[in-house]
Nanobody, 121 residues
């Protein structure tokens, strides 16, 4: 079994910072992409930031310059540092990893359970 566990969400005032983390556990033989998505009530789930094993990053325009995605490969953990938070950043944040399990020849997408981030004005 593979499990992604997120932590770090909460309530914060606008202009402050939060850091999210997502740790993958289980019989993992490789990870080739990690990402964070978010979903506000009544809206679709959108990409916030992505990171490939090649070191390429991609950010939503709305978070460029404020959010940073990083990884600890040894711990199979991805982080999202969120600075200068705005009320419009309020959403449930989900981590996503494209990984391969031992015994499998292909990569599949796995999701965390989500963590709520609420930014007050």
């Amino acid at each position: 079994q593979v499990q992604l566990v997120e932590s770090g969400g909460g309530l914060v005032q606008a202009g402050r910072s939060l850091s999210l983390s997502c740790a993958a556990s289980g019989s993992i033989s490789g990870i080739n992409a990690m990402a964070w998505y978010r979903q506000a009530p009544g809206k679709q789930r959108d990409l916030v930031a992505a990171l490939t094993t090649g070191g390429n990053t991609n950010y939503a325009d709305s978070v460029k310059g404020r959010f940073t995605i990083s990884v600890n490969n040894t711990r199979n953990t991805v982080y999202l540092q969120m600075n200068s938070l705005k009320p419009e950043d309020t959403a449930a944040y989900y981590c996503n990893m494209r990984l391969r399990r031992y015994g499998s020849g292909s990569y599949s997408d796995y999701w965390g359970q989500g963590t709520q981030v609420t930014v007050s004005s």
